[in-house]
């Protein structure tokens, strides 16, 4: 009897990820469904994902969302399929999402004979986008890989990966709370970090710093 493939649900609708996990089950009996409500949990134990063929999580949570996940991850060096599902079809959503990582994104008005499709292609360690989709993304922008900077970290001095990775959260508008998340350290280690940017950069804002980062060419405006 061949093993089911563990699939996680991660959805802060209640009724969404009750009924996608029952769905799922009972379209195709090869699913074995975990459905978690916050992706607070699965961030403290990483090492728990790998219990996981693949996660679908919503795009748009409290806390920590979609795209905080898919950086999380990434960070972490984490190798595990994810599918972002959306009530949005934005493209650059879409993008985003691909750009980091994601192997498929899943609108919420698909119908379930494709979600399954969506994801035995996942599986397959291919990608997935609805049709509509797929033929209006910009494929060029899809880069699926997390590169905070471009830059070479050493052009300013003071300043290493760890810095730059904080830079490029920071230009992204997290709080500390939220970059330590992200990047599974302390926030005060964060504050640290902060503070060794502000020097090196001769700053005295989170502003400035990005401004600053930018001009230098140590973060883009493509993360």
């Known amino acids: 009897m061949n093993k089911k493939a563990q699939i996680l649900v991660i959805d802060d609708h209640r009724i969404f990820a009750d009924g996608l996990s029952l769905m799922l089950q009972q379209l195709d009996n090869s699913f074995s469904v975990d459905t978690l409500y916050t992706a607070s949990s699965v961030i403290e134990n990483l090492e728990g994902l790998l219990n996981y063929k693949l996660v679908l999580i919503d795009l748009n949570m409290p806390n920590l969302s979609g795209v905080d996940f898919l950086r999380t991850l990434a960070t972490h060096k984490v190798l595990i399929p994810v599918i972002i599902i959306s009530g949005s079809e934005e493209i650059d959503d879409v993008e985003r999402c691909i750009r980091l990582g994601a192997r498929g994104f899943i609108p919420k008005s698909l119908p379930s004979s494709e979600v399954v499709k969506a994801i035995k292609q996942v599986l397959a360690n291919d990608v997935f986008l609805p049709k509509s989709l797929s033929e209006t993304v910009n494929w060029s922008h899809c880069n699926p890989q997390f590169n905070p ?67 230098l060419g140590l973060i883009n405006n493509n993360n």
């Open 149 to 215: 900077s471009k830059a070479d970290p050493n052009h300013v001095d003071g300043l290493r990966p760890r810095q730059i990775e904080v830079l490029s959260l920071m230009y992204q508008g997290y709080s500390n709370g939220k970059i330590a998340v992200v990047l599974g350290i302390s926030e005060s280690a964060i504050k640290s970090h902060i503070s060794i940017i502000f020097k090196a950069l001769s700053v005295k804002s989170r502003t400035m710093a990005v401004k600053a980062a930018l001009d």
